[in-house]
């Protein structure tokens, strides 16, 4: 069973920068394919940005060249760089894993997830 604790949010002005941090539990974090998911108020989750098990990434378009998503396997944590933030980014993100790309697994099918965590951009 894998476990993942979020951490990171706040509250930052809009061109404002933040660093979530997810840590996972629980099983071989090298073999896992992760990613950063975020919900609006009303709105559907969606993808931010995912890495696989050989280190590529995929960004949204809307985040392309503000967010960096990374890994340290010998910390067993993923990390989201966000830096130009804007007030359309305000959402719960969550950190989400499966044994399979997660290009590859519609969202509600995705099998981990953390708790979320808060980000908030006053414009």
């Known amino acids: 069973q894998v476990q993942l604790v979020e951490s990171g949010g706040g509250s930052v002005q809009a061109g404002g920068s933040l660093r979530l941090s997810c840590t996972a539990s629980?099983?071989?974090?090298?073999?896992?394919?992760m990613g950063w998911f975020r919900q609006a108020p009303g709105m559907e989750r969606e993808v931010v940005a995912t890495?696989?098990?050989?280190?590529?990434?995929t960004y949204t378009d809307s985040v392309k060249g503000r967010f960096t998503i990374s890994k340290d396997i010998a910390k067993n944590t993923l990390y989201l760089q966000m830096n130009s933030l804007k007030a359309e980014d305000t959402a719960m993100y969550y950190c989400?894993?499966?044994?399979?790309?997660?290009?590859?697994?519609?969202?509600?099918?995705?099998?981990?997830w953390g708790q979320g965590t808060q980000v908030t951009v006053s414009s």
């Open positions: 989400a894993a499966e044994h399979l790309p997660l290009s590859e697994v519609y969202i509600k099918s995705i099998a981990y």
């Open positions: 629980g099983y071989p974090y090298s073999a896992l394919y």
């Open positions: 890495i696989n098990t050989d280190g590529s990434t």
